[in-house]
């Protein structure tokens, strides 16, 4: 009776937070479960304005015989898991845009490479109400803790990630949105392994798992456009012949589209009451003059990335932004476009069928999540709160998770192919600077779900800026834990627990 | 989940016992696919019996209210035997162990397990306390309830049942498996 196990979430995201606590009142678990939002019961901030840390769970599910037999605890098993988490930012290339080689070294000046690199090495944990830490990992010379793993009473694998500590041991200035020489964060990334053995059985390696520790989530109602869920699974129809729908599900495939880009009026001034004419095309069916009208404000994924066009939506930055602005020896400098970033193709199909009519109206009010935790689900929960793009550098991982990095399954990376450190080392260094700089930028927004542009503050129906305070890269290092987190209050959306 | 084992053991079972005379047991899933979940089997005499006494656990206010703050539940009809229901009960109660609901997918058996069915299990040590099959659908498909004394007896039964030749000739697909351990309060096993 052969038994296989898998590791899920598949990517699990365990997000930063300043407040140092570790035991489980001191964070929350990230959404475990598609379309929820987890609001901790006394905000995401503790009594002095600290964000707590948001943990990734991580459960193993078993299959005897290809039949899928549900989640192993300690209860049926004994389970070791194996987490390294890095952060090698600093001793990666710059980053200069994809789409072409990468740039020169980060600290090219510095010849002991290793001394660049947060590596406290891979941490063990067997059994339930386990802990060890990532304490050891040093950034010249200087200690930089990543984090910590625990198991809970079930033998569940808990990741916490970094403390929001970004520095530079030798006072070296912030210079630039994305690649400043000296410079360290406390974000991290790796590979989750587990070994399970099943009572009566021989101990059995699970398909392995990723994490990313990157910055908070301020907005969590709000998810992206292009979620990093659409993204790889993009790269599942690509390169692993993932199957979808010929032809889509009004409910679960056209709307959420819709109500992200109706969302967003919550988190940009730039967008407000124009996508109100979405509203007018649910329910369905609407009429075909609607459904077009809609449609053909959509990018074609097929059009050069680099082009304008008169198709604005999705009104967010392509990742080809050093071609079309000429910088980042990228040519001249070349203001006055507008080349936005497309939705994937499966996204983009979906509309296309639906502005055709060849859809299923299976519409009966607003989906609401589901109940139960499934494997594939904690997969996805994880990454639709995650950005799928643009990737300039993008938000939690780069465009090598999307373009590069091999894949064994749909959303499972091959780890045997990857180190720890891998998905964020082409991320901006220190985050914190690509965070400030990347609000709206006429005409078009860069990650408006993850960095809002403008919000409403709470008992207020005007906009103000939500990063209102903030002037300087440094600052963003110093305060961004006073940023506040956006949560729904009625039919709205507002910004609560600001400490700026 | 201890509010479920509450709700079953505290004001759901005692109102059955009341209730209903037949067979009652109460099983605490550790792998399934979905948990936290319950597995409560009750048998009938009759579906006009099952009806009776579902309206009236259903109209107890106690019930009401406790099921008022359950998450989900779900149902199904199994058709057994008299003779095929093996519960132990009293001092014979298994009281450690697991139980495993095991449902087949077996076409060429058409309305019950062939004699070699019981013939395999046998040969492997498997003993099922439960066999039935379910009601109402139009493809067969048979549910055996079996208890073990671990899950090491439960891997290498079932490891000798798949190398058995005779089994492999039966034509049947395992659609879906449960394990289960005996919740406390359980008046049978």
């Given at each position: 009776m052969a038994w296989t196990f898998k590791i899920f979430p598949a990517i699990g995201i365990a997000r930063i937070g300043n407040h140092l606590g570790s035991a489980p009142q001191d964070y929350y678990v990230g959404p475990e479960i598609p379309g929820t939002v987890i609001v901790p019961p006394d905000g995401y901030k503790d009594s002095s304005g600290r964000v707590l840390r948001q943990a990734a769970r991580f459960r193993i599910y078993g299959w005897e015989k290809g039949v899928f037999m549900g989640e192993i605890t300690s209860s049926v098993a004994d389970i070791t898991w194996t987490v390294e988490l890095a952060n090698t930012k600093a001793a990666f290339n710059q980053f200069t845009g994809i789409g072409e080689p990468t740039g020169p070294l980060r600290n090219a000046s510095v010849t002991d490479r290793s001394s660049l690199m947060i590596t406290p090495g891979p941490r063990t944990i067997a059994g339930p109400n386990g802990a060890a830490v990532f304490d050891t990992g040093l950034f010249m010379g200087t200690s930089v803790p990543l984090g910590e793993i625990q198991t809970d009473s079930s033998g569940r694998l808990v990741v916490l990630g970094g403390f929001g500590n970004s520095g530079s041991p030798s006072n070296a200035p912030l210079t630039s949105f994305d690649n400043n020489d000296g410079w360290h964060d406390d974000v991290s990334d790796g590979p989750v392994t587990a070994t399970v053995t099943l009572q009566g059985n021989n101990p059995i390696q699970a398909s392995g798992a990723w994490v990313i520790c990157p910055?908070?989530?301020?907005?969590?109602?709000i998810f992206h456009i292009i979620s990093l869920y659409d993204a790889l699974l993009q790269v599942a129809v690509d390169r692993l012949g993932y199957p979808v729908p010929s032809t889509p599900s009004f409910t679960n495939d056209v709307y959420p589209i819709l109500q992200r880009a109706i969302q967003y009026q919550w988190v940009t001034s730039k967008i407000g009451n124009k996508h109100?004419?979405?509203?007018?095309?649910i329910p369905p069916p609407a009429t075909t003059d609607q459904r077009n009208m809609v449609f053909q404000q959509l990018r074609d994924p097929a059009t050069t990335p680099t082009v304008d066009t008169p198709h604005l939506m999705p009104a967010i930055w392509t990742d080809y932004f050093a071609q079309v602005f000429g910088i980042r020896g990228h040519g001249s400098p070349n203001t006055g476009h507008w080349a936005n970033h497309p939705l994937t193709r499966t996204q983009y199909n979906v509309m296309k069928n639906w502005a055709a009519g060849n859809f299923i109206n299976d519409w009966v009010g607003p989906p609401a999540p589901g109940t139960n935790i499934t494997p594939d689900g904690l997969t996805r929960a994880a990454l639709e709160n995650c950005s799928g793009g643009p990737f300039f550098p993008g938000i939690e991982s780069s465009f090598f998770t999307r373009d590069v990095y091999p894949y064994v399954e749909p959303f499972r990376l091959d780890g045997t192919q990857l180190e720890a450190g891998d998905l964020t080392k082409q991320q901006a260094v220190p985050w914190q600077t690509d965070f400030f700089d990347c609000v709206f930028q006429s005409p078009l927004s860069w990650w408006p779900a993850a960095h809002p542009d403008d919000v409403f503050a709470a008992n207020s129906n005007n906009y103000v800026t939500w990063d209102r305070g903030l002037n300087s890269f440094s600052d963003m290092v110093n305060f961004w834990s006073g940023l506040g987190f956006l949560v729904q209050s009625g039919d709205s959306i507002i910004e609560t627990e600001r400490n700026l | 989940m201890p509010h479920l084992h509450s709700y079953l053991g505290g004001t759901f079972l005692p109102y059955l016992t009341q209730i209903h005379r037949g067979p009652k047991m109460f099983l605490d899933a550790i792998v399934a696919p979905h948990t936290p979940q319950a597995l409560v089997l009750t048998a009938f005499s009759s579906f006009a019996e099952m009806i009776e006494i579902r309206g009236k656990i259903a109209a107890h206010p106690d019930i009401q209210r406790a099921r008022a703050d359950r998450e989900c539940g779900e149902a199904q009809i199994l058709i057994t035997s008299a003779d095929s229901l093996q519960f132990h009960a009293g001092p014979t109660r298994r009281r450690d162990g697991i139980f495993e609901l095991r449902a087949y997918h077996a076409p060429a058996w058409r309305d019950r397990p062939p004699a070699a069915v019981n013939a395999a299990f046998r040969r492997a040590g498997i003993r099922p306390i439960l066999t039935a099959s379910a009601a109402g659908e139009h493809v067969p498909r048979f549910t055996f309830l079996v208890a073990f004394e671990s899950l090491a007896v439960r891997q290498e039964a079932w490891g000798s049942l798949e190398a058995d030749s005779e089994w492999s000739e039966l034509e049947a697909k395992v659609s879906g498996a449960s394990i289960y351990k005996l919740a406390p309060y359980s008046p049978l096993s």
């Open positions: 910055l908070p989530r301020f907005a969590p109602p109100a004419p979405l509203q007018a095309v | -």
